[in-house]
């Protein structure tokens, strides 16, 4: 009975997480830089409907990218939990759930990304508008998703403080990489904050989001590279167990 029971080894979890947070990474750059980037044009909706309607595949694939990217994450919630819960079941619980409300309201946030596509393809009821009201329309879409990204990553932000305690305390990761991923968690924060409450801000304080690349990319090469120290994460499990 304890043998079927018995669940992957904290090394390959570890490594799993890390090519998780890759995964990611890299799809979240790509979406931003590579798609979005080119496309959207702040302030000219006439000129952001043209460039959808020209690159329409392109655009769609913005879609694709943030889909994984949110689909990972709830994986990769789950197995971050596992990591971390020997340091406390609590926290490491708290993080997950965090992470899991994040993930949901970035993947309800894709809607108002495709409904600028929608309105743009003059389908149903958008048939019935003229060109400027369905592109003055679709712009006011593309900006509410812009927000509901930055409202996601209050959760996120939640989410990385408690991580990057578990991560300092855990002793089985590198406590620097608690530390990049404390104050990684201050930068979205303070981002998202200022998004909603002093908008005129978010170009100045843009810089700032370099320290949460550093701290994510950080964790991510760490696991996928390194894993967990076996000798401190028998230590901790084995003092979990006696403590439960």
Not at 70 to 87: C, E, Q, T
Not at 161 to 168: A, D, I, P, R, S
Request: proline share 3%; hydrophobic share 55%; glycine share 10%.
């Amino acid at each position: 009975m304890v043998a079927g029971r018995r669940e992957a080894s904290p090394q390959a979890i570890a490594r799993f997480a890390g090519v998780l947070y890759l995964i990611i990474i890299v799809f979240g750059l790509a979406g931003e830089l590579f798609i979005r980037s080119g496309i959207v044009v702040s302030g000219d909706a006439a000129a952001t409907a043209s460039n959808i309607m020209e690159t329409g595949g392109l655009f769609r694939a913005g879609f694709l990218t943030d889909s994984i990217m949110f689909l990972s994450d709830v994986a990769l919630a789950v197995l971050l939990y596992v990591l971390l819960r020997p340091v406390s079941k609590t926290i490491s619980l708290m993080a997950m759930c965090f992470r899991l409300a994040q993930s949901a309201v970035l993947a309800l946030n894709l809607l108002h990304y495709h409904a600028a596509i929608i309105l743009l393809s003059g389908t149903g009821n958008a048939a019935a508008l003229g060109a400027e009201p369905v592109n003055a329309l679709s712009s006011f879409f593309l900006e509410l998703y812009s927000h509901g990204y930055d409202l996601g990553l209050l959760l996120f932000g939640l989410n990385c403080l408690l991580l990057g305690y578990l991560v300092y305390r855990s002793k089985y990761l590198p406590r620097f990489v608690g530390v990049l991923m404390i104050a990684a968690a201050f930068v979205y924060l303070l981002g998202s904050y200022v998004r909603f409450l002093a908008p005129q801000l978010v170009g100045p304080i843009a810089p700032i989001y370099l320290i949460a690349v550093v701290a994510e990319v950080s964790l991510c090469l760490w696991l996928l590279i390194k894993g967990v120290k076996m000798s401190e994460w028998e230590r901790a499990t084995g003092a979990s167990l006696s403590a439960g």
